[in-house]
């Protein structure tokens, strides 16, 4: 009963997610990223994706805690090799004080900046980020929203010897603000509750975007995932759009061009 194990095996998908920002970087930019910053890293398996990708790259990790750092010490940069590991380090700071600076790419995914509660701390990290890129710097995050994540309900997905449990334990409408938690329990009956909890505020996209301008980011955009035409489901490709479609959850990517 691992719940970073399972965190990783239900919740990230890091190939796919660094295959965007690779690809989104370089359609921007016209050439690959090289520095990265995963804030909020906690396992940091996204930075160590990212290692992998190039013998030039360098990652940094930030998280506050000191538990889940070690957990990815341990597990994540210890199958590195040796001059991978050299190019990553991760550092138990608030991202609001990420010493790290002139960066390609900042990451913020699985929504952990909805932890910022008021618009002025939002812009606050923003800038923050925006101080830390050098003048071809991108930040990338995730958003999520849809009907049913204003809702108090339970989802339930198979994965491989366990099941992930994802419960909307309460959204309040006046402030946005919900309680989420991940349970777990394994093929065996076995129940691990509340592995992970999260108290967010659900802001909506233009607000992330507008806050993001407010910030100094010259451009925000929204990339919508695109809809596989046999399934009806999304078929993992995003692209930057104007327009989205009213589906009861979406997950989409935010990018800002500092
Ligand atoms: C939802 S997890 C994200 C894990 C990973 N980034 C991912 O994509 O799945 C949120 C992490 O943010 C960390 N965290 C929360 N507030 C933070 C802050 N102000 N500065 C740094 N890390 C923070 C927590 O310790 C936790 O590990």
């Known amino acids: ?49 990212w290692i992998g990708r190039g013998d030039q790259h360098r990652a940094w990790g930030v998280d506050l805690d000191p538990l889940v750092l070690q957990w990815g010490r341990d597990n994540n940069l210890s199958r590195l090799r040796p001059d991978q590991q050299s190019r990553i380090e991760l550092l138990e700071a608030n991202v609001m004080q990420a010493n790290v600076d002139q960066l390609d790419v900042v990451l913020a995914m699985n929504f952990s900046y909805y932890i910022f509660m008021e618009r002025t701390q939002m812009i606050q990290y923003f800038s923050s980020v925006r101080d830390s890129l050098n003048d071809e710097g991108v930040l990338f995050l995730d958003a999520f929203g849809g009907y049913e994540a204003h809702k108090e ?16 334990a309460s959204f309040n409408p006046i402030t946005s603000e919900m309680q989420c938690y991940i349970h777990f329990e394994t093929d065996e009956g076995v129940r691990m509750d ?15 975007t507008e806050m993001l301008q407010e910030a100094g980011f010259s451009s925000a955009d929204v990339y919508w995932e695109g809809t596989d035409q046999k399934t009806g489901e999304g078929d993992g490709i995003y692209t930057r759009s104007t327009e989205g479609t009213a589906d009861a959850g979406w997950v989409c990517y935010v990018v800002a061009e500092k």
């Open 1 to 49: 009963m691992d719940k970073h194990h399972f965190y990783q095996n239900s919740v990230q998908c890091v190939e796919a997610e660094i295959d965007f920002v690779a690809d989104t970087y370089r359609a921007l930019k016209g050439r690959g990223a090289v520095t990265l910053r995963e804030d909020f890293c906690g396992t940091a398996q996204t930075a160590c994706e």
């Open 153 to 168: 309900l339970t989802e339930e997905r198979e994965c491989d010897g366990f099941t992930y449990i994802w419960e909307q």
């Open 194 to 208: 509340r592995a992970f909890s999260y108290y967010w505020r659900l802001w909506s996209l233009p607000e992330i």
